[in-house]
């Protein structure tokens, strides 16, 4: 069983920066592509940033492009979504993706087998 945990989250004011991490347990971290989404209230799900397993390749919404930087350490089995410039659009609940032992990358969510919890992040003017 694959279990994703996110943490990070917090308040911050405009143009400032969060890191977002995710922590993975379960079988070879490498497998799996990893993805971030988020949803504000009353909106529907957006893919934030995707990368493959071996971290080679990445992905951007374009909203968030240029501003937000995925990572991960295989061997420490965790992604890191750096998020700089953060706006009060950015307000949302963020949520770390596992694709099931696929190792590209996607920016859709039924691509994604596993979820975490979500944290929230808030972005005041």
């Known amino acids: 069983q694959v279990q994703l945990v996110e943490s990070g989250g917090g308040l911050v004011q405009a143009g400032g920066s969060l890191r977002l991490s995710c922590a993975v347990s379960?079988?070879?971290?490498?497998?799996?592509?990893m993805g971030w989404f988020r949803q504000a209230p009353g909106k529907e799900r957006e893919f934030v940033s995707t990368?493959?397993?071996?971290?080679?390749?990445?992905r951007y919404g374009d909203s968030v492009k240029g501003r937000f930087t995925l990572s991960r350490d295989n061997a420490k089995n965790t992604v890191s979504l750096q998020m700089n410039s953060l706006k009060p659009e950015d307000t949302a609940v963020y949520y770390c993706a596992a694709r099931d032992a696929a190792p590209s990358i996607s920016p859709y969510p039924y691509h994604y087998a596993y979820w975490g919890q979500g944290t929230e992040v808030t972005v005041s003017s």
């Open positions: 990368i493959s397993g071996s971290g080679g390749s990445t």
């Open positions: 379960g079988r070879t971290f490498s497998w799996y592509a």
